[in-house]
C-alpha cells in the first residue's frame, strides 16, 4: 500500500494545547529559585518573569510570520531551506535528530521515572525499562492517529495547568506581604537593580522554550494564516500569566532568602501552606510527573514531522518519510523517532544519552 501525504486535522485548541504542553515543563520546577536569586528581590523576580515572557512575543511572531509564509511541517529545516541555505539546512536537522530530540525523549522519560521512584522505591535498571515504555506507548498513541494524539495532548494539558492553578490559589490564601518587605540578596548589592534584573530575565528564558514547536506540524494545522499567529501569540500570554502568579504566590509563601537558596523552590513553598505541610513533596512530585508526561507526549508527537520533511527531500532516511494508510501495520516518521528515543533512553547511543542512561 502506497504512501500518503500528511492531512491538515488539527484545530486552534489541539495546536494551542500543543505549544503550552511543550513550555510548561520541568524547568518552572526550578527556574523560580534560580530567577530569584539572580534578581535579589521578591519584586524583580516577579518582574524578571513578565519581562522575559513579553521578550517571546516577538520571537513568536518572527514564527507566526514564517509558518504562514512556508505553511509545511519541519519549522527551522523549512525555513532555512527557502532562506537558500540547503546545506544549513542539512546541517541543522540532522544536529537536531542527533543532539536533541532523542535525547530530550530520553530525559524526560528519565526525570517522570525519578519522580515516581519520590513515591515508590524503583531498581534502576526497572526504571530505564519504564521510562523506554513511556516512549514506546506515547509513539504507539501518536502513531494511531493524529487527532487521537491531540485529543490526549489537550487532556493532558489541562491535567497540567489543574495543579498550577490549585498551587496559586491555595497560595493567595496563605500570601504574606511582609515576604515582599524582606532585605534583598547579595545579587542586588554586587550588580545594582538594572543587572540583577536582566540576570532574572536571563533566568527565565529556560522556562519559555517550547512554543515554536508547533511550527514542526504547520503541514497538518487547519487555517495556519490564522490558527498559527493565534496560537502562537496566545500560548505566549498563557504561559506568561502562569508563570507570573506562581512566581507572585511563591514570593510572598515563604522567606526571599530561603526561596533564593532553594533548589526545590515550588515544594518548599508549598510547606508553608498549613493545608499541605508534609504532603507539599507528594504534591509536587505527583504534578511533576504529570508535567513532564504532557511535555514527553508533545515532543514524541511533533518532532518526528522534521526528518518527515527533510526526508521528503531525499536528506533523511526514507521511512521517515513514509506515511502509511494503515500506520498501525507500516513504518511510520513517529514509530521510527520512538524507536530511536526508546532505545536512547536504555542504551548510551549519543553522548547526552550516556551522561543520563549509562550502562
Not at 496566545?234 to 504561559?239: D, F, I, K, P, Q
Request: aromatic share 10%; charged share 10%; with cysteine.
Amino acid at each position: 500500500m502506497g504512501s500518503q501525504e500528511l492531512q491538515r486535522k488539527l484545530g486552534f485548541w489541539a495546536v494551542l494545547a500543543i505549544a503550552v504542553g511543550t513550555t510548561v515543563g520541568s524547568g518552572i520546577f526550578v527556574s523560580v529559585g534560580e530567577v530569584a536569586k539572580a534578581a535579589g528581590t521578591p519584586w524583580l523576580t516577579v518582574l524578571a518573569f513578565v519581562i522575559g515572557g513579553l521578550i517571546v512575543i516577538p520571537q513568536m511572531c518572527v514564527y507566526a510570520e514564517l509558518s504562514t509564509a512556508y505553511p509545511e511541517n519541519g519549522a527551522d529545516y523549512v525555513y532555512l531551506k527557502n532562506a537558500g541555505s540547503r546545506p544549513l539546512a542539512f546541517l541543522s536537522g540532522w544536529a537536531s535528530f542527533w543532539a536533541n530530540d532523542a535525547p530530550s525523549l530520553s530525559i524526560m522519560a528519565l526525570a517522570i521515572v525519578s519522580n515516581l521512584g519520590f513515591l515508590t522505591p524503583i531498581d534502576p535498571l526497572l526504571g530505564k525499562f519504564i521510562a523506554a515504555g513511556l516512549i514506546i506507548a506515547f509513539m504507539l498513541l501518536h502513531l494511531r492517529s493524529v487527532e487521537g494524539g491531540a485529543a490526549f495532548q489537550t487532556l493532558i494539558t489541562i491535567a497540567k495547568i489543574i495543579p498550577f492553578t490549585i498551587v496559586i490559589g491555595l497560595g493567595i490564601f496563605w500570601f504574606k506581604a511582609e515576604n515582599f518587605a524582606a532585605p534583598t540578596t547579595t545579587a542586588i548589592g554586587a550588580t545594582g537593580s538594572f543587572m540583577a534584573l536582566l540576570a532574572g530575565i536571563s533566568a527565565t528564558s529556560w522556562s519559555y522554550t517550547g512554543m515554536a514547536s508547533i511550527c514542526y506540524m504547520t503541514g497538518e494545522i487547519k487555517n495556519p494564516g490564522k490558527t498559527m499567529p493565534r496560537a502562537l501569540i496566545g500560548s505566549c500570554l498563557l504561559v506568561l500569566v502562569l508563570y507570573t502568579l506562581l512566581a507572585l504566590v511563591i514570593s510572598g509563601l515563604m522567606p526571599f532568602d530561603k526561596l533564593a537558596n532553594s533548589e526545590t523552590p515550588i515544594s518548599d513553598a508549598l510547606t508553608w501552606i498549613p493545608a499541605l505541610g508534609s504532603t507539599a513533596g507528594i504534591f509536587v512530585a505527583i504534578t511533576a510527573m504529570i508535567v513532564i508526561l504532557g511535555s514527553l507526549s508533545s515532543c514524541v508527537m511533533y518532532q518526528p514531522r522534521l526528518e518527515y520533511a527533510m526526508a521528503k527531500d531525499n536528506l533523511f532516511f526514507k521511512c521517515f518519510g513514509h506515511v502509511p494508510r494503515n500506520t498501525t501495520r507500516r513504518m511510520s516518521p513517529s514509530s521510527c523517532k520512538g524507536r530511536w528515543g526508546s532505545s536512547s533512553s536504555s542504551f548510551p547511543i549519543s553522548p547526552a544519552c550516556w551522561v543520563i542512561s549509562p550502562w
